[in-house]
Structure formats: structure tokens, C-alpha cells
């Protein structure tokens, strides 16, 4: 069973930074692609980011947070980041990261992950 665990969600006012943590449980953690999702209230869960296993050279980004948004991996420390800057209130959302069902960095659907975490709240002040 594989465990992942959120953490650096806050309250921030827009224009201000955060980055978003979430550490994985199990020894396959480099294996597999990494996604991050957000769910506003009133609203379906979004697709925001994804990095293909291994040395995650695949990125893959929702289009609204390009720029802005930048997700990385330490295979290391079995933990994947969402960095985000320049933040606007319509980034507001319990944010989740999930573990993709193989190596490939390119799927957006959350159908294609397997595993994910209870979510961090972020919530950006205008």
C-alpha cells in the first residue's frame, strides 16, 4: 500500500509564493509518474501538473498555472514539489498530489492514478 502525505498549503496573498510538498511511502517511488490536482469548492477536481518517473524529464502542466507553476522530484527522498508563484485567489483549492499508474508524465485524467494523498488547503487572498 502506498502512502502520500501533503504538506505547505497556507494562506498566502496573491502575487506571493508557496511550495507544496507530498512524500511518498514505498521503495517503487521512482518508477512512477507524479501528479498534482486541485479541487475548488463548487467545482470538479483539476488536473495542475505532472512529471514522468525515473529522472522526470517529462513535464507536463495545466495551462493556466504555465509559468507560474513548476513540479519536481527527489527520488531521494521519495518526495514530489509544486512550486507556485505569482499566486491569484482563482488558484484557491484543496490541492492533492497522486501517484501515476505508470512511468508516463503525460496523462491528465485522474482515471490514471492509483494512489493519492488527503490534500493540502491553499488559499490565496486578493
Known amino acids: 500500500q502506498v502512502q502520500l502525505v501533503e504538506s505547505g498549503g497556507g494562506l498566502v496573498q496573491a502575487g506571493g509564493s508557496l511550495r507544496l510538498s507530498c512524500a511518498a511511502s514505498?521503495?517503487?517511488?521512482?518508477?512512477?509518474?507524479m501528479g498534482w490536482f486541485r479541487q475548488a469548492p463548487g467545482k470538479e477536481r483539476e488536473f495542475v501538473a505532472a512529471i514522468s518517473g525515473g529522472s522526470g524529464g517529462y513535464k507536463n502542466y495545466l495551462d493556466s498555472v504555465k509559468g507560474r507553476f513548476t513540479i519536481s522530484r527527489d527520488n531521494a527522498k521519495n518526495t514530489v514539489y509544486l512550486q507556485m508563484n505569482s499566486l491569484k485567489p482563482e488558484d484557491t483549492a484543496v490541492y492533492y498530489c497522486?501517484?501515476?499508474?505508470?512511468?508516463?508524465?503525460?496523462?491528465?485524467?485522474?482515471?490514471?492514478?492509483?494512489?493519492w494523498g488527503q490534500g493540502t488547503q491553499v488559499t490565496v487572498s486578493s
Open positions: 514505498g521503495r517503487t517511488f521512482n518508477v512512477y509518474a
Open positions: 497522486a501517484r501515476g499508474r505508470d512511468y508516463s508524465g503525460s496523462y491528465s485524467s485522474s482515471h490514471m492514478y492509483d494512489y
